[in-house]
């Protein structure tokens, strides 16, 4: 596992069917290290903080196999598509379990929860369906927790730190959510994850 490429990006105004939409999921990949603190990356902004960013959804990674299955369906694709920060390979979202920690360059990160999808990637992929087929392919990302502050560049291997208990998929928790009935199993696991966000507890309790 490692990082294919580190991608930042600050708000800008785009306009987008007749009107102004400010956000900063256009990203641009950077070759030198930047660095990851727990709520902040260096040369990358959220243009809207109530929905974006803070320490649960710190730094957003997206694996770069979910790449081949949008660019297999037709989608003509940047680094940092996505808008996420990490673009990994070797770390899709059935890998990563709710609090699992990695290293990454001189970083450690902890796994929190997915990405779900506002308008804003409509407005990215100039396509306003982009939201529906992002959630029907169930290619969501990763949400990480900065545990360590530290430094990340292109080409930093992802080593698995610790593999957390709680037998939760980030994919896992993606299906169940777009299920009528959750699993009762599911729940309980899931309800022992310390670090479950407000999001997800609204949404499964």
């Known amino acids: 596992m490692y990082i294919q490429s580190v991608n930042v990006g ?55 196999a979910f ?33 699992d920690t990695f290293r990454i360059g001189t970083a450690v990160l902890m796994v929190v929860q997915p990405r779900f999808p506002c308008n804003n990637l409509n407005v990215r992929f100039n396509d306003s369906s982009m939201v529906k087929q992002f959630q029907q392919a169930r290619r969501h990302g990763i949400y990480f927790r900065v545990v360590e502050p530290g430094e ?12 957390a208990p709680y ?7 993606v299906d169940e959510y777009y299920a009528k009935t959750p699993d009762p199993l599911f729940l309980t696991k899931l309800a022992q994850f310390p670090y479950l966000t407000n999001y997800l507890r609204e949404h499964f309790y």
């Open 10 to 64: 600050l708000p800008q105004t785009h306009t987008w069917k007749g009107r102004s939409v400010r956000t900063a999921i256009f990203k641009h990949p950077v070759e030198g290290p930047i660095r990851l603190e727990p709520t902040s990356i260096e040369g990358d902004e959220q243009a809207n903080k109530w929905v974006h960013g803070g320490p649960n959804k710190a730094v957003y990674a997206y694996d770069l």
């Open 152 to 163: 990340v560049k292109a080409g930093d291997i992802i080593e698995r730190l610790e593999t």
């Open 67 to 99: 790449y081949r299955f949008w660019e297999e369906a037709g989608k003509t694709l940047e680094p940092g598509h996505f808008g996420e920060n990490l673009t990994t390979v070797g770390l899709p979202d059935h890998e990563a379990g709710l609090g």
């Open 167 to 173: 037998g939760v998929t980030i994919q896992n928790v």
